[in-house]
């Protein structure tokens, strides 16, 4: 699937920056998380301030080669020669196909995006949600560098773990955007997270802490438990919501070194 960088220039700089560059592959609603104070940390802080931004470049490349290509522009430090507010004739980013601003579809600036947040539910999974799998399988795929050390089974354990309600659905409308996986055990009054993804135009806008959090509300005797290999940027996130960082395993059967995070039950708590 292919997806677009972006280059928001910022009507008046912050510090020295001028630009924030970014990628995805859904451009409005990343523009529409950005301009309502999600998608990054530094476009929330400009909406909190009430600074705003116009879209300065947007151009398309293979949904595998975005993040490479994101990485090397962000180290360029140059994104004004890319950006067509500060220069008429901006120089092409590597491996992309520039798409001409004129020709968007929709508002490009953070004033006209605002406020168009939309809507989302968290609900348990019921037998009515088998018909989410493949939805949910196509999310799991798209995440499958986070997630694979993990993996989901066949797909009737999944259908199982859909009937007893071990599944947190995150809905846009009718869109699944995200769920939460889980299995818990009474022995050690420990539940387990094994899997929690938000497809990527709805990150930041605070679904994965709310479905923790209704998780954690569903659940308020146990320990929550999640394992994180230690160089996701998920760790971040753990981190973010409050969870406490337990020792450093080997991953078996990897090279790879995980991280185990834990939050202490909300009520009864009995180590
Ligand atoms: C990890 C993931 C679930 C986070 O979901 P999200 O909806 O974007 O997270 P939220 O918006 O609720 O963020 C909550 C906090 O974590 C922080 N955070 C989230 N992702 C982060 C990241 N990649 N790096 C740094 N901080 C991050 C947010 O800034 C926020 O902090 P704040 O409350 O101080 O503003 C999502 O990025 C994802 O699906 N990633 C791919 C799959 C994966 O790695 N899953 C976890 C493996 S178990
Ligand atoms: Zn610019």
Redesign the pocket.
């Given at each position: 699937m292919p997806g677009y960088l972006y280059i928001l220039h910022f009507d008046e700089p912050l510090h020295h920056a001028k630009h924030y560059s970014g990628s995805t592959k859904n451009l409005r609603q990343r523009l529409v998380a950005h301009a309502s104070g999600a998608g990054s940390?530094l476009t929330k802080w400009l909406a909190d301030h009430g600074l705003n931004w116009r879209l300065g470049a947007v151009a398309t490349a293979p949904g595998n080669k975005l993040r490479a290509i994101e990485r090397e522009l962000k180290a360029r430090k140059n994104a004004c020669d890319f950006c067509a507010i500060c220069r008429n004739t901006p120089f092409k980013v590597p491996g992309t196909l520039p798409i001409d601003l004129d020709l968007c579809q929709f508002a490009t600036d953070s004033q006209s995006l605002r406020g168009e947040r939309p809507e989302f539910t968290i609900q348990v999974s019921t037998k009515g949600d088998r018909e989410c799998l493949e939805r949910i399988r196509w999310l799991m795929q798209d995440?499958r560098e986070?997630?694979g050390f993990i993996p989901i089974g066949d797909a009737s354990g999944a259908l199982t773990a859909i009937d007893r309600g071990r599944f947190l659905i995150v809905r846009q409308k009718h869109t699944v955007v995200g769920y939460l996986m889980w299995t818990k055990d009474d022995s050690t009054s420990q539940v387990n997270?094994h899997?929690?993804?938000?497809d990527d135009p709805y990150?930041?806008?605070?679904?994965?802490?709310q479905t923790v959090a209704t998780l954690e509300a569903l659940l308020p005797h146990y320990t929550l438990h999640?394992r994180?290999r230690s160089e996701?940027?998920?760790n971040?996130?753990w981190e973010?919501?409050g969870f406490t960082r337990g020792v450093e395993r080997e991953n078996e059967g990897s090279l790879s070194k995980c991280n185990n995070w834990y939050k202490a039950p909300m009520k009864g708590y009995t180590p």
């Open positions: 940390k995440e986070a997630l997270i899997q929690l993804t938000i990150r930041l806008y605070g679904l994965g802490k999640a994180v996701l940027p998920a971040e996130f973010a919501i």
